[in-house]
């Protein structure tokens, strides 16, 4: 997948991409319009030309989910709370949590990391990790299960 430029892994992951935006904003024609919007910002500036970019695929999502925030943030309005006259910003706290998750998944060692990627984001099958990873389908189950936990640990540390 890596020989494709970030154009072709943005036209292969289509869906995907505007499911996950679907996901943040909860609104199918701000997610389309979103996903859009990021292709044609990345083709005028990437076209042919994206040797920088180590990960596109990762890049991909990044893109889509900080768009999908800047445009929540643009239409949404903050709910105050009667009682005490305090503005509760939930996306704000969207955000912490998915900060938090994010640098928990960097600080996990590289093949535990990839084996979580691989069944987590990418959805393929236990079996087939283990092929492309060259380990034991009882090692990714391994991997994954060490991760979750840990990434379940660090959630309860911070609420």
Known sequence: MEDKNICEIFLDNY??????????????????????????????????????????????????????????????EKCLLKDDEVSVDPLRNDFLLEDLIIKAIE????????????RRIRHMKVKEIAEVMNIKPKTVENHITIVMKSLKERIVEVS
């Open 107 to 118: 600080e996990i060692p590289p093949q535990r990391r990839r084996a979580f990627y691989l």
């Open 15 to 76: 869906e995907a991409l505007k499911g996950y935006s679907f996901k943040i904003c909860k609104r199918m024609e701000m997610a389309e319009d979103i996903v859009q919007e990021v292709f044609l910002s990345i083709y005028s500036k990437y076209k042919e030309n994206d040797d920088g970019i180590k990960s596109k695929l990762p890049f991909l999502y990044q893109a889509i989910r900080f768009s999908t925030y800047s445009e929540l943030k643009k239409t949404s």
